[in-house]
């Protein structure tokens, strides 16, 4: 069954993003729960958190997805914005498991100022001590693959083998796979090849079922550009027979697809989602 989502606005009162979901006919979804461009400010009240949960049990949308602040860097060398990001990812993980969500996910970070391998060693350094203050909780963390611009990391596979292999490839970090940012890595998706070759990647490094979530989005700039701005479904690069392919294959398509395309208004996102359930095939297999 597909599993069809996007992301949706917390405006009004968290609760209210549950409606606009199920106004989408959507049976997943994904949400910032605060202002994803400041540090934290405050936290959910008790009543507001209820209120979600009771709607949300009825709601049958899952998984829960919480994206993190962009604030947040764990590959950061300065020792303000590594101590501030692991010690607002731990509030954050804390109140989205008190939410309900199934996953909370997060760019992986960016090195500026070093280089990628003391980056990816700062990334395992934070998520240690995060891991380790939130034990118990049933929240899963989700590292998000980049296009790579910048000093970004988490653009090719083994970047993730690498941190989760330190994390002794515990089961509470996996990895979000986003369309638009593997196109700009690089990664020729919107054909049969070169969705194979990344797949292959996949497997050979952190292996397939660590892959939780895809994030479908379409992306107007070129392959291998490191640029990561999203574009309707079926209107970029990747283009419908590239999401006819994601969407379908084997490996992929009992996945939850959560889309971060430009909106509008709301339309534009009746219009994505419209245009995966017309090409996801629906036959037993
Ligand atoms: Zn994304």
Not at 19 to 44: E, H, S, W, Y
Not at 54 to 68: A, Q
Not at 259 to 273: F, M
Request: aromatic share 8%; hydrophobic share 35%; net charge positive.
């Amino acid at each position: 069954m597909l599993k069809l989502g996007v992301q949706v606005s917390v405006e009004g009162g968290i609760e209210k993003s549950i409606d606009r979901a199920l106004a989408l006919q959507c049976n997943t979804m994904q949400i910032f729960v605060r202002n994803p461009r400041r540090f934290r400010k405050g936290f959910l009240k008790d009543d507001e958190i209820d209120m979600f949960k009771k709607k949300f049990l009825k709601s049958g949308i899952s998984p829960l997805v919480v994206h993190t602040p962009y604030t947040l860097n764990l590959a950061s060398s300065k020792v303000f914005l590594h101590w501030i990001t692991v010690k607002e990812f731990i509030l954050d993980l804390l109140e989205v498991d008190k939410l309900g969500a199934d996953y909370l996910v997060t760019h992986t970070g960016c090195y500026k100022g070093a280089n990628e391998e003391a980056g990816l060693k700062k990334v395992v350094k934070a998520l240690k001590k995060i891991l380790k203050s939130t034990e118990g909780i049933k929240t899963n963390i989700l590292l998000e693959n980049t296009s790579g611009g910048g000093t970004w990391l988490g653009y090719k596979f083994f970047h993730y083998n690498f941190i989760l292999k330190e994390l002794n490839y515990t089961d509470r970090v996996g990895v979000c796979l986003d369309t638009a940012h593997a196109w700009n890595a690089g990664y020729r998706i919107n054909s049969e090849i070169g969705l194979e070759e990344m797949l292959s990647e996949i497997k050979q490094t952190i292996g397939i079922h660590r892959v939780k979530l895809v994030h479908l989005n379409d992306t107007l700039d070129e392959l291998g550009s490191r640029k990561d701005k999203h574009s309707h479904i079926g209107e970029g690069k990747i283009g419908e027979k590239g999401f006819s392919l994601i969407v379908n294959h084997p490996l992929l398509r009992d996945l939850p697809f959560i889309l971060e395309t430009p909106k509008k208004d709301e339309s534009d996102d009746i219009k994505n989602l419209n245009t995966v359930r017309r090409i996801y095939r629906n036959e037993l297999h």
